[in-house]
């Protein structure tokens, strides 16, 4: 039970498989396949359908970088900082000054917002466009659920965020 599920930012090492607290409701298990089976049914989790799983993460604000997204945003842009995905006070990594820079000098002129596709819009997936009523590129969508009214996650500028409608797609 809740004695095999970690507290954010500790892992926990439990029948084969590493488990990372993401939050206190979210954390990501690596392992072999049978190793994952054993935790999920000691540790009593559920499994769930994969459209189950978006729509969850999605409600959470967690992105996912798919081949169509890859370096795209800065983290910012997708509220990593706010998810406690990025440290500043630690660590190098490819692309370090850029986001630092992005975090002291807050100059983050994209966000990622949560939104709603209109009934039998369909199909709509990462790395797809999304318009203003003119036609003016605002964005892209970063995840989106299998699921009808299909429910995504987007990258916006700022100035979009109010909008009350706009298409993603071809355009």
């Known amino acids: 039970g809740n004695a095999l ?4 930012g500790t892992v926990l090492m439990c029948h084969g498989t590493a ?10 298990a690596c392992g072999p396949f049978h190793a ?8 009593a989790l559920p499994t769930v359908e994969q ?23 800065v983290p910012q842009m997708v509220n990593l900082e706010v998810l ?3 440290s500043f006070s630690k660590g190098c990594y490819p692309g ?14 994209r966000r990622m917002f ?13 790395g797809d466009p999304v318009f203003d009523q003119d036609g003016a590129r605002l964005g892209m969508v970063v995840r989106a659920a299998p699921v009808e009214p299909q429910e995504m996650l987007v990258v916006l500028r700022l100035e979009a965020q109010n909008a009350e409608s706009l298409s993603a797609g071809e355009n």
């Open 84 to 86: 406690g995905g990025v």
């Open 96 to 109: 370090q000054e850029i986001v630092a820079r992005t975090q002291y000098l807050g100059r983050t002129k």
């Open 114 to 126: 949560r939104a709603a596709a209109e009934p039998n819009t369909g199909g709509l997936g990462p």
């Open 5 to 8: 599920r970690p507290v954010p």
């Open 36 to 43: 994952l089976e054993d935790y999920r049914r000691a540790a």
């Open 19 to 28: 488990v990372v607290g993401i939050s206190a409701n979210n954390a990501i």
């Open 51 to 73: 459209s189950c799983w978006e729509l969850k993460q999605i409600g959470a604000g967690i992105p996912q970088i798919y081949p169509a997204t890859m370096g795209q945003f």
